[in-house]
């Protein structure tokens, strides 16, 4: 079995779990739940930059960042991994994994053990999850009707900012998108691993 070093609130993680099981490999994935503030833990001998998601193989070996264990699923699956339509995914993907940076970054600024949140980078990040959204609306809609890593990595997106940030109106900057929002929330695998459950 592989395993999955992991987090429930993670939305990394996330994105690679759901990809995974998209491709069907659910039930060869062992998850383990992965500390990264805890040092010594299997997780920081596994991935220097003690994050998660980490994917390690049968065989040892250490897959990391979300991206990459994105790739390596698609290539375990023999999926399209070059062409037009492979690229519009990954630049979905790239677009989410942008606006789960912006949405960790100003959570982590409201949690400075050494002071108060700076108003710059709070306002920087906030920025940049509205205008993303805006953006994955106005480019991307067409992309949106199939469910694969990109979409599926947006999805965990635009949730992690609802379930860590959800006084950011992203969804007045992109009306068309918060609806499909809504609509991929109900499905099984999103409410299985919806992170307010963890
Ligand atoms: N670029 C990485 C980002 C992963 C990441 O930031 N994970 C967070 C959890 S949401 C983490 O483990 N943070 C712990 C830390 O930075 O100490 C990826 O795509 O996998």
Redesign the pocket.
Known sequence: MMKLYY?IT???SRKVLLTAKSLGYGDQITLVLGS??EAGSTLHTINPL????ALQLDNGQVI????VIVEYFLGLAGAEQSGPAYFRQRQIEAVA?GLMDAA?AKTMETRRPDGAPSDFWMGRWETAILRSAAYTEATFMEDLDSWQFGTIGLACALDYVCFRQPDINWQQAAPKLATWYETVCQKPAMVETDPRKG
């Open positions: 987090s993670s939305p990394y990264s503030l003690a994050k998660v998601p990391f960042d979300s991206p994994d960790v």
